[in-house]
C-alpha cells in the first residue's frame, strides 16, 4: 500500500543560531510588486523578537507559538507597519516599537505604540540585539545586530532583487536595486544629501562596518547573505561619503528634530 505525503515545508527558515526568516506576500508599492519578509530572534530569556511582521496566517502562528512567547514587534522604519496590528492582536502583551516618525502618521492611529526606536536598545533584548538609527533623510531606517548570529539586519537601505526581464525590472536597474550589489533607492539616495545631514547618515554606518563586523546580512527586499555581511553592505552603500563634510541646512526638506519636523 502506498501513501501520499501531505507534508509541507516549513514557513521559518532557520538563517543562523536562534534567528528565522519568513517569507509574506508580494504587496503593492508605487505600481511595483514587493516581496515581504519577516525576521524572528530567539532572545537568551526565551521570548521572541519579531522584526517587519508579514501578513499571520494560520500556518505561520503555530510554527511561531512552538518556537516561544512574542514580547516584541518591530517597525524598522515608517512603512513597515501594514502587519502589525494582526501580530498585536494575537499578542496583546507584546510591545510595540515605532521607528522615528511612524508614530505621527495617521494611517498607524490605531495602534499604541509602547516606544520609538533610538540607537539605544530596548534594555529587555539589549543583551541579544544591538540597533542605530539611520538619520538624514525624509525617512529614518533603524537597522539591527543579531550578536550572537552577528546578522545585521536592514528594511529598505539595501535591496538586492534578482535579475529578471520586463520594464519594472529594467526600471530597477536604472535605480541600482538590482544584482548582488545593490543599493538604496535614488530618490532616497538624494534626500540624504539634499537634507545636508550625511555626517549622521555616516556614523550609522561606521557603526555597523567597524563595531559590528557583520558575517550575515538580512534585507526585506531581495537577495540576502550568509557570508560577507561586512563587504557587501559597504559595496551597497558606497554612495555614502566616507568624508561628509560639515552639517548643511536646505529649506526644501524638512529635517527632523526630536520628534517634531523643522524646516531651515
Known sequence: MSTTSTTTAPLLKPFGPNIWIAEGPVVNFF???????????????????????????????????????????????????????????????????????????????????????????????????????????????????????????????????????????WLMKLDGLVGPNGSTPREWRLSFYWNGQLHLTRKALDKVLFEWKPDRLVIAHGDCAKAGGTQIVEQCLSWIPIDPGPPKTCCCIPRRVGNEEKSD
Not at 508579514?54 to 500556518?59: D, N
Not at 510554527?63 to 496590528?85: D, M, S, T, Y
Not at 495602534?111 to 529587555?124: C, K, Q, T, V, W
Request: charged fraction near 20%; aromatic fraction near 12%; glycine fraction near 6%.
Open 31 to 169: 505600481g511595483f510588486p514587493y516581496p515581504t519578509r519577516c525576521v524572528i530572534i530567539k532572545l537568551s530569556n526565551g521570548s521572541l523578537w519579531v522584526w517587519s511582521p508579514i501578513a499571520l496566517s494560520g500556518e505561520l502562528w503555530q510554527e511561531v507559538r512552538k518556537l516561544g512567547n512574542v514580547q516584541h514587534l518591530i517597525a524598522p522604519n515608517q512603512i513597515h507597519w501594514l502587519f502589525l496590528k494582526d501580530w498585536h492582536d494575537m499578542y496583546p502583551n507584546a510591545k510595540l516599537h515605532a521607528a522615528p516618525g511612524l508614530v505621527q502618521r495617521k494611517v498607524v492611529q490605531d495602534l499604541s505604540f509602547d516606544a520609538e526606536l533610538s540607537d539605544n536598545a530596548d534594555p529587555n533584548y539589549a543583551d541579544d540585539i544591538s540597533q542605530v538609527v539611520f538619520q538624514g533623510s525624509l525617512m529614518d531606517e533603524v537597522v539591527f545586530f543579531h550578536h550572537e548570529s552577528k546578522t545585521v539586519i536592514f528594511c529598505d537601505l539595501i535591496q538586492r532583487f534578482p535579475d529578471g526581464k520586463g520594464f519594472k525590472n
